[in-house]
């Protein structure tokens, strides 16, 4: 795949130069407050509230912030807000399979501007169950190499139970099972190591290499569709020519 880089590459190393701080405090209470809902308040007993409070942290989202995202979601009253997770599917450009995880309290406004997102940049929004199948839900955890050896970090992410260990010259990509996820961060930060991220995410079963006006068109869909205030995540089978990714960003 030399060349080549993956969407959720991209994304990082994007969002590290964008200045959209708010929009994204925003969709991280919005995760929180799901998180709280459906698992409780407790984040050593909720797995997915333990992530999004990490990852709060990491991206630099204040305490006080955090707290009162956690107030309001163990809260009860009239202005409760009852966010629910739906997940869109499509293509794009060339047949590439899109996965859009959203966060709503409004089904139509959500499902239209995704609508939108995919007609504006020649995708297709499919039905459920369409492209989803194409995609395993795993930990992630991403080591920035910063002078580390990266044999070492993966017999260290190994023996805490990691599945799988890759890396390229920026950084290494540890993959976990999902339950496993914690466990492994926590085993890798012992051991002196930053961690860049730590979710869970979708990832293909296999990719599809696009290039040229196709890869440019995708890239902006996939740029549109993780704009939008509800759209948490997006996920995709594309890979992308560095060249690209380049006169894109």
Same mark, same amino acid.
């Given at each position: 795949?030399?060349?080549?880089?993956?969407?959720?590459?991209?994304?990082?190393?994007?969002?590290?130069?964008?200045?959209?701080?708010?929009?994204?405090?925003?969709?991280?209470?919005?995760?929180?407050?799901?998180?709280?809902?459906?698992?409780?308040?407790?984040?050593?007993?909720?797995?997915?509230?333990?992530?999004?409070?990490?990852?709060?942290?990491?991206?630099?989202?204040?305490?006080?912030?955090?707290?009162?995202?956690?107030?309001?979601?163990?809260?009860?009253?009239?202005?409760?807000?009852?966010?629910? %997770? !739906?997940?869109? $599917? *499509?293509?794009?450009?060339?047949?590439?399979?899109? /996965?859009?995880?959203? +966060?709503? @309290?409004?089904?139509?406004?959500?499902?239209?501007?995704?609508?939108?997102?995919?007609?504006?940049?020649?995708?297709?929004?499919?039905?459920?169950?369409?492209?989803?199948?194409?995609?395993?839900?795993?930990?992630?955890?991403?080591?920035?190499?910063?002078?580390?050896?990266?044999?070492?970090?993966?017999?260290?992410?190994?023996?805490?139970?990691?599945?799988?260990?890759?890396?390229?010259?920026?950084?290494?990509?540890?993959?976990?099972?999902?339950?496993?996820?914690?466990?492994?961060?926590?085993?890798?930060?012992?051991?002196?190591?930053?961690?860049?991220?730590?979710?869970?995410?979708?990832?293909?079963?296999? %990719? !599809?290499?696009? $290039? *040229?006006?196709?890869?440019?068109?995708?890239?902006? /869909?996939?740029?549109? +569709?993780? @704009?939008?205030?509800?759209?948490?995540?997006?996920?995709?089978?594309?890979?992308?020519?560095?060249?690209?990714?380049?006169?894109?960003?």
């Amino acid at each position: 795949m030399s060349g080549h880089s993956k969407w959720s590459t991209i994304k990082r190393q994007k969002g590290a130069a964008d200045n959209k701080r708010g929009a994204m405090f925003s969709k991280l209470a919005r995760e929180i407050h799901v998180a709280v809902r459906e698992g409780g308040p407790n984040p050593e007993a909720n797995l997915r509230l333990k992530i999004a409070l990490e990852r709060a942290k990491r991206e630099g989202m204040p305490n006080d912030t955090a707290e009162r995202a956690l107030a309001k979601a163990s809260g009860a009253g009239a202005d409760a807000e009852n966010w629910e %997770t !739906i997940i869109y $599917e *499509g293509y794009g450009p060339g047949g590439v399979a899109i /996965l859009a995880i959203g +966060l709503t @309290d409004n089904r139509n406004r959500t499902a239209s501007e995704v609508r939108f997102a995919f007609n504006r940049h020649g995708g297709t929004l499919g039905e459920s169950g369409c492209v989803a199948w194409q995609f395993d839900t795993v930990g992630q955890i991403v080591v920035p190499i910063d002078g580390h050896d990266p044999d070492e970090v993966a017999l260290t992410a190994i023996d805490a139970g990691a599945r799988d260990v890759e890396s390229d010259e920026n950084e290494i990509v540890i993959t976990t099972e999902p339950a496993e996820l914690s466990l492994v961060a926590d085993r890798v930060k012992e051991n002196g190591l930053a961690i860049q991220a730590a979710d869970l995410q979708r990832l293909p079963q296999a %990719t !599809i290499e696009i $290039e *040229g006006p196709q890869a440019q068109t995708t890239m902006k /869909l996939l740029e549109a +569709l993780d @704009d939008l205030d509800d759209i948490q995540e997006v996920y995709t089978n594309a890979v992308f020519a560095e060249e690209v990714d380049r006169a894109v960003a």
